[in-house]
């Protein structure tokens, strides 16, 4: 049973507009979250995290959003860019340190 | 150098075939990770080491063989393999503390597997 889920596999934005990502989660012991970025013939790269007892954090570019209560979270992009073309992972962890991954979401953003 | 190296990063064997993928991380981590990704799959965790020692395998065929001879080398060895075992394998390392949260996996670029 698939405990991280992404679902809208694929997305499209404009060049300079925000990209959203989602990912609901199922396990209520998960209490760190990450998200990793994919390009094609290269290993996921990690992006950016937070912990449970947040419900924002924001590197950059990216914020990562946290709501426990709906087990959801999303990755905000804004603003987009050319470089942010891949495939983007949610990962979930709890006390054993084991990362469960979603499916991934392909973002394109076009220039 | 990149933080974690994998080689070959293409692989063709046959189902009669012996081979070994390698994994070597520089990042002078303690745990390192094999996981299989399947098309429009989620990556599966295949195998876990912890300061050298296997902690998990996630019910994993035995065709599939990992080694970890030290903290900065794993390898996964493959033999009668099934068509099916085509995928890419990945490799990742970790710092892991015992009893904290906050495990960020490094991976290495995978190897593109195909069984024939």
């Known amino acids: 049973d698939q405990q991280v889920k992404q679902n809208s596999p694929s997305l499209s934005v404009q060049e300079g507009r925000i990209s959203i990502l989602n990912c609901d989660y199922t396990n209520s012991m998960f209490d760190y979250f990450l998200w990793y970025k994919k390009y094609p013939a290269e290993g996921p790269t990690f992006l950016i995290s937070?912990?449970?007892?947040?419900d924002k954090n924001e590197d950059g570019r990216f914020t990562v959003f946290l709501n426990k209560s709906a087990k959801h979270l999303s990755l905000h992009i804004v603003p987009s860019q050319p470089g942010d073309s891949a495939v983007y992972f949610c990962a979930a962890s709890g006390g054993n340190n084991r990362l469960a991954f979603g499916k991934g979401n392909q973002v394109v953003v076009i220039p | 150098e990149t933080g974690v190296t994998q080689t070959p990063r293409h692989l063709v064997m046959g189902m009669t075939n012996k081979k070994s993928l390698k994994c070597e991380q520089h990042?002078?981590?303690?745990?390192m990770y094999w996981y299989k990704q399947s098309a429009k799959k989620p990556l599966e965790l295949m195998f876990v080491?912890?300061?050298?020692?296997?902690?998990e395998n996630n019910s994993v065929p035995s065709r599939f063989s990992p080694e970890c001879p030290n903290s900065s080398h794993l390898f996964l060895h493959l033999h009668t393999l099934q068509p099916e075992d085509s995928a890419l394998y990945l490799c990742a390392s970790s710092q892991e503390a015992t009893g904290i949260s906050g495990n960020i996996q490094y991976f290495g670029a995978g190897t593109r597997l195909s069984v024939l």
């Open positions: 080491y912890s300061l050298e020692e296997r902690v």
């Open positions: 990042l002078g981590h303690n745990a």
């Open positions: 937070i912990s449970s007892i947040k």
